[in-house]
């Protein structure tokens, strides 16, 4: 059962180094909940600054890391899993479904979820990793037991993550429409594109589509414009790299991320959040080491 499913309960650490948490990724889905400490949890390039009771959902193969701060109390809870093993499981109970949160939404923060949903949660958390945790068997029919018990605990939790997720799930294109196919393909192409010199016109170019209904569906089915898109894409990259690679010049982070000169990405990062990148990495450089982290 153990490479199918994976579980730890409420796993309390007192952060002396950061060198015990590293970056990592798995071929598992993984539901992690934070209980306490002062902690920033990366994903790739998107770094979230925790609160307890914070849900992450999240596709294992993506590179991700926790982060949290010298001298505090760390306490999370994590379940990772197969979906190979799951997907038939879900598919026999007529709820391939369920497993869509980490399909589409794949590395999702749920915060604010009511207290008596986070009871449920946890307590399913606890109940897996106490089973999980058991010494094996010799016998087959313990064995099968176990696994059994999991399973039907592992299919509760995930109902009540899809639950969760509907509101954010109905924000999904339901339908492959022309158009939505259209705004996927402009999306992926910035998201590989983004440090590069970019226009309205290259984009259209190289999709072969035109700059005008590009321009206009992009609006209608995200609610940004594409220019706002690819600044959002900038602007995360640059506060990724001024918080990890403290090194690096504020020009080289600026081209990095596909600013054309330091002038520009220092009067658009002052925009955005009201102070310039330099102040931006002396904050977090004061709040965290920028040592690297893991669950």
């Not at 001024?242 to 990062?269: Q, W």
Request: glycine share 2%.
């Amino acid at each position: 059962m153990a490479e199918n499913v994976q579980s730890y309960y409420r796993m309390r650490d007192t952060v002396i180094t950061k060198s015990d948490y590293a970056y990592h990724s798995h071929d598992r889905f993984e539901i992690y909940y934070f209980h306490g400490g002062s902690c920033r949890y990366l994903i790739s390039d998107n770094i979230y600054d925790l609160q307890d009771d914070d849900i992450i959902i999240m596709n294992g193969m993506t590179l991700h890391r926790a982060n949290p701060e010298i001298g505090t109390t760390y306490e999370r809870s994590v379940i990772e899993f197969s979906a190979e093993w799951v997907t038939p499981i879900l598919v026999n109970l007529n709820v391939p479904e369920i497993l869509t949160p980490f399909t589409k939404l794949s590395n999702t923060l749920f915060r604010g979820v009511d207290k008596e949903t986070l009871d449920e949660i946890k307590e399913l958390f606890r109940k897996i990793s106490l089973i999980n945790e058991s010494p094996p068997s010799n016998d087959r029919y313990k064995n099968r037991l176990k696994e059994g018990q999991i399973t039907v605990l592992l299919v509760q939790l995930l109902f009540i993550i899809y639950d969760l997720s509907k509101l954010r799930l109905v924000k999904l294109p339901s339908k492959r429409t022309e158009k939505n196919i259209h705004v996927n393909r402009i999306v992926s192409w910035i998201d590989e594109n983004f440090k590069n010199d970019i226009t309205l016109d290259s984009i259209a170019d190289s999709l072969n589509i035109s700059k005008y209904y590009m321009s206009r569906i992009f609006k209608d089915v995200t609610g940004y414009t594409i220019m706002q898109y690819l600044m959002s894409c900038r602007f995360n990259r640059a506060k990724y790299l001024l918080e990890m690679y403290p090194d690096k010049t504020i020009l080289e982070v600026a081209l990095e991320s596909g600013f054309d000169n330091c002038s520009h990405f220092s009067r658009f990062f002052k925009k955005q959040l009201n102070i310039t990148p330099s102040e931006y990495r002396n904050r977090r450089s004061n709040k965290y080491n920028s040592c690297s982290a893991s669950q």
